[in-house]
């Protein structure tokens, strides 16, 4: 027996080594990595549903980041009534009465001068300008009041701080009631006669001879009912959005817990 006969030890699973080449594992198949052979096996297995499980991480990561960026603007939220509504109401309120007593005596002057035109189609693009500008109202009106809100804010204190700073101050409110109730009596006392003084106005313009005979009376009548109309609709706004906002303040100041705090 020579040295290269050595025997080798039974049950020795050590690998044979031919020549100098590199050990050769004769017999099990070599150990599996850790978390390799379970994919191998997998994708044997399954196939595409190992893709389909990226991508449902994927879904549940932006899922989490959406949250994240919903928390970011503050656990706390209020919505904070601005002014304009109730003016605006009252304008196009006003302007549908303008147009309405303009009607007739712009018909009656301008269809002389425009006979294809006049009545109609003048008549209906009247009705279509008042939409338009009720539309207009509408969107304008919505637009200021859901473009800020609702507000958001880390804290309670600072939420109770904005609030205090945007509510209007006891004598603003007497103030606004002031103008509202000038305004108020100016549109009583000149509206008897406003309608039947506007309808003339209008139609003297068609007749210089006749619009040089306009009284003092006509003219403080035309002027004291708009001016009125103006300080009723500016007062009354306000007035009343100033009270919202005050009742808005009152019940944040007031409750004990976190105020409408933000749905998680």
Do not use: C
């Amino acid at each position: 027996m020579t040295e290269d006969d050595t025997p080798t030890p039974a049950g020795d699973d050590t690998p044979a080594v031919v020549g100098g080449d590199t050990p050769t594992v004769v017999g099990d198949d070599p150990p599996p990595i850790a978390g390799v052979d379970v994919g191998i096996e997998e994708g044997r297995s399954a196939g595409p549903p190992t893709f389909i499980q990226v991508d449902v991480d994927v879904e549940e990561r932006s899922d989490e980041v959406d949250e994240l960026t919903s928390e970011d603007v503050g656990p706390y939220r209020v919505t904070l009534p601005e002014y304009g509504p109730i003016q605006a109401a009252i304008g196009f309120v006003m302007f549908y009465l303008l147009v309405d007593l303009a009607t007739e005596p712009l018909t009656a002057g301008l269809q002389p001068l425009f006979p294809g035109f006049v009545p109609d189609p003048f008549t209906t693009a009247l009705a279509a300008l008042l939409w338009l500008v009720l539309g207009l109202n509408v969107y304008t009106e919505t637009d200021r009041q859901f473009r800020s809100n609702p507000r958001s804010f880390d804290d309670e204190a600072s939420l109770v701080g904005f609030l205090d700073d945007r509510r209007p101050s006891v004598w603003r409110l007497v103030f606004d009631l002031t103008l509202a109730a000038v305004g108020g009596a100016l549109v009583a006392v000149a509206w008897p006669a406003f309608p039947a003084a506007f309808s003339w106005f209008v139609g003297a313009w068609f007749d210089l001879a006749v619009l040089s005979t306009v009284t003092v009376a006509t003219a403080l009548t035309i002027v004291s009912f708009l001016v009125g109309v103006g300080l009723l609709a500016y007062g009354l706004d306000r007035l009343l959005v100033g009270l919202l906002r005050v009742g808005v303040y009152a019940a944040h100041r007031s409750a004990g817990g976190p105020p409408d705090r933000a749905k998680s």
